[in-house]
């Protein structure tokens, strides 16, 4: 969009080597000009417009950037309401509105930026991992709601593990890709077999990521004796098995290895389609954040018991004891019912939350996907989360015939019965009224 003279020359080099070139830049809103000839009516009611709309699009961009749940959404979802209906109260009030100056909501944008100078595998990765090393280093609030442990960290150590989790993710890809043993055309679509090559090197992965967290040859204090910190801490972390809410990456593993189309919405797309690297992207960013967390919650563990890894590791306001053992309960609490309800859930309403970094800033998003394969894999106590699910989707149409039901009889009961009785009692009353009046009448009527 809107190319210079010299980025026309570069893409057109690009091209005709064989690359693609994409370059979608932020559009600039254009404020809409308010007439000047404007009347006291029509000023009233284009300046609560205005603010009426400034307070919309600052509540759906904080719906978007950091998603809310429970109570705090339905706030906000409320607050949303009362300025629709303040918006339409102006309206009766005032009138309507220049067309101009109707409302429409901020349209999400996005800017987009794809040099590959080839259409392999090893320059689609080296795409992604330019843009994700952008993406990270230019996240300086760090705020999810979600990923608690990830926020404890100092923001320089955070984006040094999002650096060595990427530079590791690279580096095995690569690895396999050289080696050429994943046999990827003869293995099921969601499956991850135990022998593959790619899951067991995972647990190995995290720990070479741990180990340029902290750095190879570190040695800190503890207990009266230097301690190398690297070793301590790969000792004591539990860092095997696979992620349970990570979506399956043979997607990932076919586009960047053996440059296969992606399946995506239901078609087919090359990798190097720009909608096809937003979505490579995104399960990438999604990999990359899932991972830390379960890094930094056993950096969290180790710090409970080192403090003097506290200083180097958390801020000064996790220093306190109560207040590290406090998120550490928030976390343990929040990861309880992750596993009791929320995962279960998500199962079997066949969705799944990716996480990811967009404009420098934290973004989850719910996909629709099916995950038959892991109901099966769910425990007694999860699977009578979705038996409860189902009874319930079986059992609301009947009560909702049996309510309706009840209020056509109370309805018929308040008017036909009662309705009557009331109106049968008050014309009694009236007519003893009436008779009561004509006797005081005939009697003062008489000498």
């Known amino acids: ?7 026309i020359n570069e893409a057109i080099e690009l091209i005709t080597n064989g690359g693609r070139v994409f370059r979608i830049s932020e559009a600039m809103q254009s404020s809409s000009a308010k007439p000047s000839n404007l009347g006291l009516k029509q000023w009233f009611l284009l300046s609560g417009l205005d603010q009426i709309n400034a307070e919309v699009n600052a509540l759906n961009h904080r719906l978007e950037i950091f998603p809310q749940g429970g109570l705090q959404r339905l706030v906000t979802a409320g607050r949303l309401r009362e300025l629709n209906m303040a918006r339409k109260l102006l309206h009766t009030i005032w009138g309507s509105a220049n067309p101009i100056h109707q409302f429409k909501p901020k349209p999400k944008q996005e800017r987009l930026q794809i040099y590959l100078p080839k259409r392999g595998g090893n320059d689609i990765l080296n795409q992604l991992q330019i843009e994700l090393a952008k993406e990270f280093g230019s996240c300086s609030n760090f705020e999810t709601g979600y990923l608690l442990a990830l926020e404890a960290l100092l923001p320089e150590r955070r984006l040094n593990l999002f650096e060595s989790l990427l530079h590791e993710f690279k580096q095995l890809l690569e690895k396999l890709s050289t080696q050429n043993c994943l046999a990827l055309t003869a293995i099921p679509s969601g499956d991850q077999p135990a022998t593959d090559p790619w899951v067991q090197q995972q647990s190995l992965l995290r720990q070479r990521a741990l180990m340029k967290l902290v750095g190879a040859y570190t040695q800190l204090p503890r207990e009266g004796s230097l301690l190398p910190l ?3 801490l790969i000792g004591s972390a539990n860092l095997d098995g696979e992620e349970p809410e990570l979506c399956s990456l043979y997607p990932i593993l076919i586009a960047l290895i053996e440059g296969k189309p992606l399946l995506i919405d239901g078609k087919l797309m090359a990798a190097d ?3 096809a690297l937003l979505h490579l992207q995104t399960l990438v960013s999604n990999w990359l954040l899932r991972n830390g967390e379960r890094i930094a919650k056993e950096v969290l563990e180790a710090c ?4 003097e890894l506290r200083r180097t ?4 306001e996790l220093l306190p004891t109560r207040e ?3 998120l550490r309960n928030k976390i343990n609490s929040l990861e309880r019912w992750q596993n009791l309800f929320v995962r279960p859930v998500s199962i079997y309403e066949s969705k799944r939350v990716f996480y990811s970094l967009r404009s420098g800033k934290f973004v989850s998003q719910v996909l629709i996907e099916p995950r038959d394969n892991e109901l099966k894999t769910l425990l007694w106590w999860q699977q009578a989360i979705t038996i409860l699910l189902e009874t319930r989707d079986a059992l609301a149409p009947q009560l909702e015939i049996l309510i309706n039901r ?3 009889l109370m309805v018929l009961l308040l008017t036909r019965v009662l309705g009557r009785a009331i109106g049968l009692i008050g014309r009694g009353i009236m007519q003893g009224l009436g008779k009561g009046m004509q006797n005081s009448n005939l009697s003062a009527e008489k000498p």
């Open 1 to 7: 969009e809107q190319p210079s003279l010299t980025e």
């Open 230 to 232: 690297a070793e301590t």
């Open 273 to 275: 389609q720009p909608f």
């Open 304 to 307: 409970s018991n080192w403090p």
């Open 313 to 316: 590791m958390l801020p000064l």
């Open 324 to 326: 590290l053992d406090r």
């Open 406 to 408: 009840f209020g056509s």
